[in-house]
């Protein structure tokens, strides 16, 4: 089996039942596994909420270890549509064109760099640090600043020695602290700053919905970026033709894109709080309790994707569910899309061949599932293309 491959634990249990169930924490989850079901809880809303306890929609539970609301991740409809209305605009800024050359400018450094040093890890020599210069951009602050960020590892709340670290989180929650004092101080034309000046309702953002917005800035789309470049360059190593046909066919590396995050589902799943007692896949659920829409069993549902657990580059129809779905998807999804567009394209442009040479894989334990989700080392050889 090729090592880039991810297969779908969850197969079985989507035909069979629709749904699967796991512990976390002693505050148990019903995952919804197709397509259609995950769809249609994340819409609506009113049944199946995400303003609960900060920290308990999300799959393992951070209820333990944070009491800040992400924004607007944590809220529902109407509030969440003013927070949302009020963020976008600013996430929307990858799409612009010095936006994009300032990105092509650090990943083509990226590539040049590990094409001249050998053997590379990919995790956290390649793409920890595309993912941190990155957010540079999307913060608007000093290139700099990632290697604080760099220094903290692969994820923000995750630890080697546990799943979830308080002490690890708290240097977040601290950092963002004295950076939100600092803005105040000295206001500039970076989201701190921007978050500061705005207004909800004819009202500024108090502090700590300006540290909401930010906290999930910074947790949101860290090793879930780390995860679809990491995959990626796996993918291309086993299969070189691939990145033949991306440099013959430009024109379809924005499916290509999509494909990969579909095929891969950096994210598992997410979770939701039930309002009220109801049923799913003809399973009750009882209030108070959570469900998960996962992500990564909706993506591999054979009832919607032709040849599901195989990448197809120039997928036509491709509704993947990787960014989540309705109000809730992913603010950072256009900023992601774009890292993910500009790395495939210096990838083709530059790279012959890439060779993998060891690697350990990362695997979610989600009781009845194991799943992996990428890795936690890979040391690959990135050779260079000879014009």
Partial sequence: MKKS???????????????????????????LLCHKDVRKSAHNYKTFISGATPGRIVVPSEVNIRDTRQVPFELDPPEHGKFRALVEPWFKRP??????????????????????????????????PIQSHALTLLLNIPFSEAETWISWGTHVFRSEETALDGDKAAILYDYIDEQIEHAIQHPGEDLYSVLLASEVDGRKLTKEEVKGVMVLTFAGGRDTVINAVTNSIAYFAEHP??????????????????????????????????????QVCEHAIKADSRISLCWASANRDASVFERPNEI????????????????????GATHARQIMKTLIAALAEKVDSIEIVDYKENVEDLDEFQRKVGYEKIHVKFNSLTK
Avoid: W
């Fill in 5 to 31: 491959k991810l297969q779908d634990p969850f197969e079985q249990a989507r035909i069979n039942k629709g749904y699967g169930e796991m512990n976390d924490q002693d505050d148990p989850v019903v995952m």
């Fill in 95 to 128: 799409l612009q064109s010095e936006y994009q050359e300032q990105l092509k400018e650090q990943i083509y450094t990226a590539i040049n760099t590990v094409l001249s040093t050998g053997t590379v890890e990919v995790v956290n020599e390649f793409s920890l």
């Fill in 241 to 278: 033709e691939s990145l033949e046909r991306l440099r013959n066919e430009p024109e379809i590396i924005g499916n290509a894109v999509e494909e990969l995050m579909r095929y891969f589902s950096p994210l598992t799943q997410m979770g939701r709080v039930v309002t009220e007692d109801t």
């Fill in 312 to 331: 197809v580059l120039d997928r036509k129809i491709n509704p993947h569910v990787s960014f989540g779905f309705s109000h809730h998807n992913c603010l």
